[in-house]
């Protein structure tokens, strides 16, 4: 939702409340190994873990596979867990350079997969482009894409700043990811690199695109929802949006941060 914040009594402009990503019956409901009315068993194979790529890289449990992709557990770990994580992520990355597709989709939900794609395309979403607030999880041996989150970084940014990363609508944003695998262990990420999560190599598989092509024939007539949703929300905010570019101008001359002038924001 949509929210008028008033910050000891003074307005600060509209922001949107929502729930976070998190392990939970009522979220991502997987089996959390640090439930507070469970104990865990040992076997990090019995347990979900959500995990975020990002290159922020400053979680307590992250690895970077030989892609530099980075994958930070976002909630409690350890080292059995991570391990487990690495090796089942690591193995699906090293069959999809060895182009064993159908290997790599033994332990890679390709449904999930194809989703995460098509929203991050229809957003122009950037943050592919070197990974940030890209999430996935582990569950019951299995890599699934997601949820998705945030769309706070060049997302459906304007012509003019499109043109400054070097991309065209007309095309798939992964069209310019290129594809680059270590002969050994990444010890940290790269934001340099265009990896796109996989996806440069997963759009030259033939049955990665037939699925692909298929669910997109598939949800493509929600689009007028989707846009009509869009409309409503805009004149519901209108007020409000004119408001908040009068404190936080997003054409600032000066490229001043948007900083909260009250101490808050960001």
Known sequence: QHVELVYNGVHVGTYY???????????????????????????????????????GYDEAYQFTTRCKIPF??????????????????????????????????????ITSFVDFLLVQDLMMNSELKHTKSCYSYINDGMLYAGPVWDFDWNTLPTSTSYSEEGYAYNKSIV???????????????????????????????????????????????????????IDQVKVQIAKSVAENEKMWPLDDKNNRKRGSVYGIGG
């Not at 976070?20 to 959390?32: E, T």
Request: charged content about 25%; overall charge negative; glycine content about 6%.
């Open 17 to 55: 409340l929502c729930e976070q990503i998190k392990i939970d019956g009522n979220r991502l409901d997987i089996n959390d190994a640090y439930d507070k009315d469970d104990i865990y068993s040992g076997n990090a194979e019995d347990y979900g873990i959500l995990m975020e790529s990002d290159d």
């Open 72 to 109: 930070l557990f976002k909630d409690d770990g350890n080292d059995a867990m991570l391990a487990y994580a690495k090796n089942l992520v690591q193995g699906i990355e090293t069959n999809l350079q060895n182009k064993k597709f159908t290997d790599a989709y033994a332990n890679m939900d």
């Open 175 to 229: 069209s310019y990811g290129s594809w680059s695998y270590q002969s050994r262990d990444q010890s940290s990420p790269s934001s340099s690199d265009k990896n796109y999560i996989w996806y440069p190599r997963l759009m030259s598989d033939s049955q990665f695109m037939t699925v692909a092509k298929q669910r997109w024939a598939a949800v493509q007539g929600e689009l007028n929802n989707v846009l009509s949703h």
